[in-house]
């Protein structure tokens, strides 16, 4: 008799066991669920664009044959050496500038793993900004022979940005389900213009640029010369998007973008009594640095 109480405590003592067991497994929390991303996409964002615009003269002459026209130096770079990215020269001007615009982008997401995402995206974007130097046709002022050229309040400089666009990878790690993390990289395209105005009424006797009978008892032309180009650049950023539901996915991004603009302008002198005075040419650099903050919403399509 004792043993068979012995043999129903150990089988009971197994079945409770077993059940307990699967009572844990039923219980166990489930793996999250990640939403799917991948899909092609398309969104409408607003953005300010900051442009950080070094102005420098890289090439005077004047007369026939050309004699050089000493440059102007440019700024100091930074004496703090924890300041690494303005430790080398400065500009001789610099022609800054910040506007709010909008862009359409899209693209198309790859969820290569549940955490993991990579894709492509091309964006367009209009902000018509502008900037405005006096007292110089050019970002800097030159002394050609005796004579001022710049120094007036009617002489200016004026650079303005329009439109620019990318085309870019992005490499995103999902922290949430519904929240992603990314880098992204590519190629940028941005437009310019650069207008060079020299004064047609003088503020002082002292000012001779483009006034009749001004520029050695000559008269300096064309007054206004306008420059616009589009380049292409490299371009770097970051930022996180985070779906709203299941189709709309809103984002938070900052994007540089580098760019280099290179022009010459010529302008001959009526009535100059020496050839020495005329052309006078001049070649200047607009390097671009372009600091973009958006957000924007898009919706996905699958």
């Not at 953005?47 to 070094?54: L, T």
């Not at 709010?100 to 995402?117: C, D, E, K, M, S």
């Not at 870019?168 to 990289?185: D, H, I, V």
């Not at 970051?238 to 302008?265: C, H, K, M, P």
């Amino acid at each position: 008799m004792k043993k068979i109480l012995i043999g129903i405590v150990v089988v009971a003592t197994l079945l409770e066991t077993r059940a307990i067991a699967a009572d844990l497994e039923v219980r166990a929390t489930p793996p999250v669920p990640y939403s799917n991303w991948s899909g092609p996409y398309v969104g409408l964002g607003v953005f300010a664009r900051y442009n950080a615009v070094d102005g420098n003269l890289t090439s005077a002459t004047v007369g026939t044959p050309a004699a050089a026209i000493p440059l102007p130096p440019k700024s100091p770079g930074c004496s703090n050496p924890l300041m690494f990215w303005c430790s080398g020269a400065g500009a001789m001007q610099y022609v800054d500038s910040i506007s709010l615009g909008f862009r359409i982008y899209g693209g198309w997401n790859f969820q290569v793993a549940p955490t993991y995402i990579i894709g492509v995206e091309g964006d367009f974007g209009y902000a018509n900004e502008t900037s405005v130097f006096h007292g110089s046709p050019y970002p800097a002022n030159l002394l050609v022979g005796s004579l001022p050229f710049g120094g007036s309040p009617w002489d200016l400089f004026r650079v303005t940005t329009t439109w620019d666009g990318s085309a870019r990878l992005r490499a995103g790690w999902l922290a949430t389900p519904w929240m992603m993390l990314y880098l992204t990289g590519g190629v940028a395209l941005t437009h310019l213009e650069a207008e060079s105005t020299c004064a047609t009424a003088p503020a002082s006797p002292n000012v001779l640029n483009c006034a009749p009978g001004n520029y050695f008892s000559g008269t300096l032309g064309p007054v206004s010369i306008i420059n616009s180009a589009t380049k292409f650049g490299w371009t770097a950023g970051a930022g996180f998007d985070i779906a709203l539901g299941s189709n709309w996915v809103a984002r938070a991004q900052y994007r540089f973008a580098d760019f280099e603009f290179s022009f010459t302008d010529t302008r001959v002198c009526n009535g100059c009594p020496s050839a020495t005075s005329s052309p006078l040419t001049i070649s200047y650099q607009l390097p671009v640095m372009q600091h973009i903050f958006e957000l924007g919403l898009a919706y996905k399509f699958q």
